[in-house]
């Protein structure tokens, strides 16, 4: 139904919730900063275009320093772009300033690789999860807690608990019912199972895969691992360089890969299985 | 050949709550044998690493049992002789490269203060010895990479000269604890060739932390699978993977991610085969309190 690369010719019938075009994010560059004066430009983003349709999942892959983040950044309005569009439930978002961006903030949400660096210490579970409902005036906090540790599978009685008595699964539950909380349609998973073991992975996709189900939530899925990334998503774009080399249903991508960079991260992954090839 | 590293009931407590973190472990690896330490997080794999290392947290103590590294008893060692034999024998690839690596010196130093403070060697031969290792770490320009901070060296880099690092005084044996979880898919290839390489190269005896059986089938020929710092299933690789036989493993190999087979894969470990696993734990201490 997909070429091989370029943007899916026709997202579903729902339409699409966030979409860009002929998109390019530039970041100064520190390395050849002079003494004085501003560090140059350097294109990290070129002429992405991507459509994820309302309710489907995004897998954006590629090898450490590829972009992914940048450009994840990029379509939450984190970074300007340089050039190109980007759009948000049909409103061009690109060039909106932060008091025009404000109403569409809450709407997309964002969870981080590293729930000990993204949690304070020194909060409960609780006011975690509250501190920004509170931020963007939501009434029945409380009653919105516990529905979000329900959502999440963690006990109601983990809102008493400090981040540190958790697991690394735990606390990145915790990162996802913060994010929930907030009762977005956009969010954005940045590596959030790279740091976890194996047991601790498949607990928080299963999570992440069933609210998608249950909340009509739309995902872009950020990994360096195609492993994890066919057993959420409906598609995935492959980055290298900043470009897309590959984009496409998720099913032909990984039974029939089109670019050698996709076959070369396919081989990467270490099977378990002593016989695998290649290895 | 011989076990080079034979641990026997080895028990460690938390000083604190006399919790035991380790619960009579047992195994020993021959030279050139590389054996995988499974389990998920905070069952122990580092703890053990730790141990043998003698570098344990001052928290945990050890209880009781053996740690016998090259023929020697280390618990019943002077702390100097047993720094000295487990410094001259043994060495670690640490689990995470930014912190390992001391961020304010150069990296000369920091391969060759080992050579030169445990070993005696002289400053030049030690140099000679690190740029030998960079190369055969496939590092390019191995001058500069001497010179360089460890901020200056991406993640694949760094992980290079810690492994460089961990090799430079031929230790017979090599703690690699998750050496690679750091890195992308691609590079971590490249590193876990690397060490498989230099290991059969230099015939070293191994134990391979990791939480990830797809690093464990391309590097070892043995693991154990932990839980809750006890051994549950001691295996071959080739009969493991044809099939293990605790429920516990067959339930993290079912984890596993195979994208080659996405409905066997990912499936998240089941409430009542942890149950099962803990009461089995529970069942051992009982017995051990008993016969103690
Ligand atoms: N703030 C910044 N200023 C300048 N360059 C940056 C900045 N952030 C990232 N870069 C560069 O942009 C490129 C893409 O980085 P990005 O973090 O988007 O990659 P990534 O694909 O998310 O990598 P990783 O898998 O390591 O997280 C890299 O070369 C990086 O060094
Ligand atoms: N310094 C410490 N003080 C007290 N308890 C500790 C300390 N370090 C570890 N522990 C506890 O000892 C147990 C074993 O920890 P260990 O670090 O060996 O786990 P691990 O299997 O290596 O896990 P991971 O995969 O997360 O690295 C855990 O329950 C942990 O909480
Ligand atoms: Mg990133
Ligand atoms: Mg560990």
């Known amino acids: 139904m997909h070429d091989s690369s370029g943007a899916p010719k026709n997202p579903a019938a729902a339409g699409v919730l966030v979409s860009a075009k002929a998109l390019d994010v530039a970041l100064p560059d520190m390395a050849a900063k002079p003494v004085f004066g501003r560090a140059p430009l350097i ?3 070129n002429g992405i275009d991507l459509d994820i349709a309302r309710g489907s999942v995004l897998g954006i892959v590629g090898g450490s320093g590829s972009g992914k983040s940048t450009l994840g950044r990029a379509l939450l309005r984190l970074i300007e772009p340089a050039a190109g569009t980007i759009e948000f439930d049909g409103l061009d978002i690109t060039r909106l300033g932060e008091d025009a961006l404000r109403p569409v903030r809450r709407r997309m949400q964002m969870i981080f690789q590293d729930p000990m660096s993204s949690l304070n210490p ?19 906090i409380d009653g919105r807690i516990d529905d979000a540790l329900d959502h999440v599978g963690l006990p109601r009685g983990f809102r008493s608990r400090y981040p540190h008595e958790l697991s690394g699964g735990q606390r990145q539950r915790v990162g996802i019912a913060r994010a929930i909380a907030l009762e977005p349609e956009f969010i954005l998973a940045d590596e959030i199972v790279s740091g976890l073991d194996v047991s601790s992975q498949a607990q928080v996709l299963n999570v992440l895969a069933g609210l998608v189900g249950e909340l009509g939530l739309t995902l872009a899925f950020i990994s360096h691992d195609l492993s994890v990334i066919r057993r959420i998503c409906d598609q995935v774009m492959v980055l290298q360089r900043g470009s897309i080399v590959e984009y496409g249903d998720v099913d032909r991508v990984f039974d029939a890969p089109q670019a050698a960079y996709t076959r070369e991260l396919l081989d990467a992954i270490p099977l378990p299985d002593p016989q695998q090839a290649n290895w | 050949m011989s076990a080079f590293l034979t641990v026997g009931n080895l028990s460690a407590v938390l000083r604190g709550n006399r919790q035991r973190v380790l619960r009579s472990v047992s195994f020993s690896i021959d030279t050139g044998e590389v054996l995988g330490l499974v389990g998920e997080s905070g069952a122990g794999k580092s703890m053990i690493g730790k141990a043998i290392l003698g570098i344990l947290p001052s928290a ?16 019943t060692m002077l702390p100097a002789d047993r720094r000295r034999l487990i410094g001259a024998t043994a060495a670690l690839i640490p689990q995470d490269p930014l912190t390992a690596l001391n961020p304010s010196r150069r990296i000369e130093p920091q391969i060759t203060n080992r050579l030169v403070d445990i070993l005696g060697w002289s400053k030049a031969d030690a140099r000679v010895r690190a740029l030998e290792l960079l190369n055969e770490v496939h590092i390019d320009n191995p001058e500069r990479v001497m010179a360089s901070y460890p901020h200056e060296l991406s993640g694949g880099m760094r992980q290079r000269v810690l492994i460089a690092s961990a090799f430079a005084a031929n ?21 876990l060739r690397l060490i498989r390489d230099l290991q059969q190269r230099h015939a070293t005896a191994m134990v391979f932390v990791t939480h990830d059986l797809g ?40 984890a596993t991610p195979k994208y080659t087979d996405p409905d066997a894969s990912l499936v998240p470990v089941d409430e009542a085969v942890i149950e099962a696993v803990a ?14």
């Open chain 2, 279 to 292: 009461a089995e734990v529970a069942a051992a201490d009982e017995e051990w309190r008993h016969a103690r």
């Open chain 1, 122 to 140: 020194r909060r409960r579970v609780g006011a975690i999860i509250a501190d920004p409902m509170q931020m963007h005036g939501f009434d029945r």
């Open chain 2, 215 to 254: 690093v464990v089938s391309k590097v070892c020929q043995r693991l154990s699978v932990l839980y809750g710092g006890k051994f549950v299933e001691n295996a071959s690789v080739p009969d493991f993977f044809a099939g293990p036989t605790h429920a516990y493993s067959r339930a993290l190999l079912a």
């Open chain 2, 60 to 75: 945990i103590e050890i209880i009781e049992g053996e740690i016998v590294l090259d023929g020697q008893d280390l618990q």
């Open chain 1, 43 to 45: 294109r990290i983003i």
């Open chain 2, 171 to 191: 230790p017979k044996l090599v703690v690699a604890d998750e050496p690679t979880t750091a890195l992308d898919v691609t590079v971590q290839k490249q590193i």
